[in-house]
T-cell receptor
Framework: GAVVSQHPSWVICKSGTSVKIECRSLDFQATTMFWYRQFPKQSLMLMATSNEGSKATYEQGVEKDKFLINHASLTLSTLTVTSAHPEDSSFYIC?????????????FGAGSRLTVL | GENVEQHPSTLSVQEGDSAVIKCTYSDSASNYFPWYKQELGKRPQLIIDIRSNVGEKKDQRIAVTLNKTAKHFSLHITETQPEDSAVYFCAARRGNNAGNMLTFGGGTRLMVKP
């Protein structure tokens, strides 16, 4: 089946540094990938839609200059958290749609747990 | 935009009993409704989905029902087992385009007591 690989699975960084998270579709091409943020015991909140070869579409309230998204190829999207602060600590999950049984099925990466000290 | 509400937020059942989780959605144009299971610290995994041209779908112990008129859909798990314990999310989407986003419900934490 379709696999979405996400790295790193966890990262600890100092306040003020930047962190890059990669999301790859391993056996299918993904023109669109989605980035979610999940706080403990809460639902998945869509941050942005990453479009291959064009600018990402950000949800209301998400700072595009802070959460940089690059979708340079049909199999790779990256999320860079710039100048990270403790409040950015969260679980970030990417996902991509692939055709399955007549509907585009969303498959998730394993997530990246970011802790900012 | 779409708004998906999910109830209950927590559900505790005895092993062997059934569990039902309900979701309502606001966008009448939504036509794809998946359910995801997320174990602690892991990625959400698709367990079943239904499209608007179908009223019910079943896969072994899991079934989903859809009422388009009332704009609600439900997940039914029969003969629950401890390994069913997880957080379950419903979602809704308009259209079948890969670029169309899913809107998730708030999640239900299911606990199956042995």
């Amino acid at each position: 089946g379709a696999v979405v690989s996400q790295h790193p699975s966890w990262v600890i960084c100092k306040s003020g540094t930047s962190v890059k998270i990669e999301c790859r579709s391993l056996d299918f091409q993904a023109t669109t990938m989605f980035w979610y943020r999940q706080f403990p015991k809460q639902s998945l909140m869509l941050m942005a839609t990453s479009n291959e070869g064009s600018k990402a579409t950000y949800e209301q309230g998400v700072e595009k200059d802070k959460f940089l998204i690059n979708h340079a190829s049909l199999t790779l999207s990256t999320l860079t958290v710039t100048s990270a602060h403790p409040e950015d600590s969260s679980f970030y999950i990417c996902s991509a749609s692939h055709a399955g049984a007549g509907a585009n099925v969303l498959t998730f990466g394993a997530g990246s747990r970011l802790t900012v000290l | 935009g779409e708004n998906v509400e999910q109830h209950p937020s927590t559900l505790s059942v005895q092993e062997g009993d059934s569990a039902v989780i309900k979701c309502t959605y606001s966008d009448s144009a939504s036509n794809y409704f998946p359910w995801y299971k997320q174990e602690l610290g892991k990625r959400p995994q698709l367990i079943i989905d239904i499209r608007s041209n179908v009223g019910e779908k079943k896969d072994q112990r899991i079934a989903v029902t859809l009422n388009k008129t009332a704009k609600h859909f439900s997940l039914h798990i029969t003969e629950t087992q401890p390994e069913d314990s997880a957080v379950y999310f419903c979602a809704a989407r308009r259209g079948n385009n890969a670029g169309n986003m899913l809107t998730f419900g708030g999640g239900t934490r299911l606990m199956v007591k042995p």
